[in-house]
């Protein structure tokens, strides 16, 4: 019997074709189960991602897409190791996400809510779906589930569910500005960007306006301010709340470059009255002169 020996470069050809037409088979089969899945037609889906992990057991996606394909077929048993399988090759949230589902619909609250919590820690996406996802009705009756919604929230809107986004809410309103018991303008103070900036609208009677940006930096756990006026002005002011009022320490430059140091300071007077003192230093700090005295009163 003839037997052709290969040499080789031409063993190590042969190989490479080889694996060129197995990816191309893989890579011609990726967008059947794609397809599949995008259709909806889970029975299918399912035995097409079973037979693209044959030939790459390592692709965590794979993995995850089958998981979702058992979870919404109901088999809820054999969703559990597939999204295992994604978590363990790639640490993401989507298939813990999974698990969540998946353990909620076998009843096993503990390991539910184990895995919901890892998924929003990882930084799920869209974690509102949680209060509308089906599979979990059986946790909604549950204390740990008003939790997890409380932690949905502070993902999906801080600034109007943590204590430091709201410390400067007592300026929020409409409000009449007087000085030495004179009207000198009105001010409307409104949150807006889902309460993550409070926005100052200033405008006195005499056409003399602004407007500033107020927020709280919770990398530097500092509260900033940016003001510009209609003479195209600017100030910039970082602070803290402390001792019952919002104290700002900034700067602003003068037309000929000179710095003005400046603190201003809010006290909450009352639900109704607030009071904002400007003080500035031309001389590096060496000496503060106010330069106004403000009292808002909440228009009624």
């Not at 353990?103 to 895995?115: C, G, H, P, S, T």
């Not at 000085?179 to 405008?203: L, M, P």
């Not at 510009?228 to 700067?251: L, T």
């Not at 009255?273 to 031309?282: A, F, G, N, P, W």
Request: proline share 3%; with cysteine.
């Amino acid at each position: 019997m003839f037997r052709l020996k290969l040499c080789g470069p031409l063993r190590a050809a042969l190989l490479l074709v080889a694996i060129v037409g197995q990816a191309a088979a893989q890579g011609s089969a990726m967008p059947d189960a794609d397809a599949l899945f995008a259709a909806q037609k889970w029975a299918e889906a399912a035995r097409a991602y079973e037979a693209l992990i044959r030939t790459d057991p390592a692709n965590g996606r794979l993995w995850y897409r089958l998981g979702s394909s058992l979870l919404s077929l109901g088999e809820y048993a054999k969703a559990v190791p597939a999204f295992h399988k994604a978590v363990e090759i790639g640490q993401r949230p989507e298939p813990m996400y999974g698990l969540a589902a998946s353990y909620a619909r076998l009843n096993d609250k503990e390991q539910a809510f184990v895995w919901l919590n890892k998924a929003l820690a990882a930084h799920l996406s869209q974690p509102e779906m949680i209060e509308r996802d089906a599979n979990f009705v059986s946790l909604r009756d549950d204390p740990r589930f008003k939790e997890v919604l409380a932690a949905v929230a502070r993902l999906t809107n801080p600034c109007a569910s943590q204590m430091e986004y709201q410390q400067f809410d007592f300026w929020v309103g409409e409000w009449v500005v007087t000085s030495e018991g004179q009207t000198v303008a009105t001010s409307s103070i409104q949150r807006i960007v889902k309460s993550c900036i409070i926005f100052e609208n200033y405008q006195q009677a005499d056409g003399y306006l602004g407007k500033s940006f107020n927020f709280y930096d919770a990398h530097l756990h500092r509260w900033r301010q940016t003001w510009v006026d209609v003479r195209g002005f600017v100030s910039e002011f970082s602070g803290e709340f402390k001792d019952g009022a919002m104290r700002f320490e900034g700067e602003s430059h003068l037309a000929d470059g000179s710095k003005v140091l400046r603190h201003m300071t809010l006290f909450k007077l009352s639900p109704d009255r607030v009071r904002q003192l400007s003080e500035v230093s031309t001389d590096d700090g060496k000496t503060w002169r106010v330069n106004y005295d403000f009292i808002y009163t909440r228009k009624s």
